[in-house]
Structures are given as C-alpha cells and as structure tokens.
C-alpha cells in the first residue's frame, strides 16, 4: 500500500468516503513495484526457512555448553518427550476419518 487512509482532515478524505474502492484501488503498488520487490521477498523467505528446526530439537538444547544444570536438562529432556507425544497425537487424529472434515470429495488420503 502506497497510501494510507486519510484522516477527516485530510482533502482527500472526502474523495476516499465517495468511492472507497477506487482509493484503494489507487493505494494499491504498481506491478513494476511488485516485480522490483520480488527478489528481495524471495531472499527474506530463503533466510526465514532456512535450516527448519522444531522447538524441542533446538541444537542449543542439546549443547553441554549451553545448560550445565543436569535440573535444567532434566526439564528440557522431558518438555521434548512432551512435545513428541503431542506429535504422535496430532499424527494419529490426522489420520483418524471419522473426525469431521478428514475424508470426502476433494481432501486427499
């Protein structure tokens, strides 16, 4: 969006109260922005999922250097097994076709 809506004492505000859809539509970035920007998007995305981790498989839980407290490494252990049954559970729910919306016309198996 290259404009935000106006204020009631902005000029403008009465043309956006007049047709609504054609400010917007004005607001709106060109193509060629959206076509500049594209790489840069691509880029934030590429850093965002690189090296996907799962909260419980953190490579700083597991590192001695991080938590030398064995209580503090008691509770991560557990939280992790915690998090795997939740895993397991949601799996076993997922493949369950008697739960609402799990099986028909357009969901595949």
């Known amino acids: 969006m290259q404009k935000l809506i106006p204020e009631e004492s902005d000029p403008e505000y009465q043309n956006f109260l007049l047709n609504p859809e054609d400010y917007f539509l004005s607001s709106l970035s060109t193509e060629s922005d959206i076509v500049k ?4 998007v691509q880029n934030v995305m590429a850093i965002l999922s690189h090296d996907e981790e799962y909260i419980h498989q953190l490579k700083i839980f597991h590192s001695a250097a991080s938590f030398n407290d064995p209580g503090v490494l008691k509770l991560l252990e557990r939280f992790s097994a915690e998090l795997d ?3 397991k559970i949601i799996s076993q729910r997922n493949k369950d ?3 609402k919306n799990r099986n028909g016309a357009g969901i595949p198996p």
């Open 85 to 87: 049954d939740i895993e």
């Open 97 to 99: 076709t008697t739960f």
């Open 37 to 40: 920007a594209m790489p840069a």
